[in-house]
């Protein structure tokens, strides 16, 4: 259930406009909580990537439940895409050493932004299926 409202908040985080034209009053706190997107981004990513290996590596666990894996599966790739475009801030300073992992990495970035509405609606929809399942299953 925890990762399903994890998934949920970092959708929030990815489309405020969303958010702001529904419900304005949020602005506040997307203002506070705003000096620290990029590393939420960032420890999203992080734990994403840890998902990710977790869902492939434990591929034979989750053999009652192929929906179960494949949510674990598509939140991660979601964990990894926003927690990358919100956290690039942060990750571009921990690449400045590496010119052409910067560039890359600009590049992964000019790719994804055109799609964090998407996935940032999409991660909320993932989101409340894993609550959903948590709930049920």
């Known amino acids: 259930m925890i990762y399903g409202i994890m ?12 958010i702001l034209s529904r419900k304005p009053e949020a602005k506040e706190w997307y203002e506070k909580i705003a000096p620290w997107q990029a590393w939420i981004g960032l420890a999203f990513a992080v734990i ?3 998902g990710l290996l977790d869902a492939i590596l434990g591929i034979g666990r989750h053999h009652h439940s192929g929906m179960y894996w494949l949510t674990t599966l598509a939140g991660s790739v979601l964990q990894i895409g926003l927690g990358f475009v919100l956290g690039y801030p942060v990750i571009s ?18 790719r994804l932004l055109p799609l964090q509405g998407t996935l940032g609606a999409i991660a909320i929809g993932v989101g409340l299926w894993r609550v959903i399942m948590a709930i049920f299953y």
């Open 48 to 50: 994403g990537i840890f």
């Open 7 to 18: 998934l949920i908040f970092l959708g929030l985080l990815a489309v405020p406009s969303i």
């Open 93 to 110: 300073n921990f690449l400045s050493r590496s010119a052409d992992a910067s560039e890359k990495a600009k590049a992964l970035l000019n």
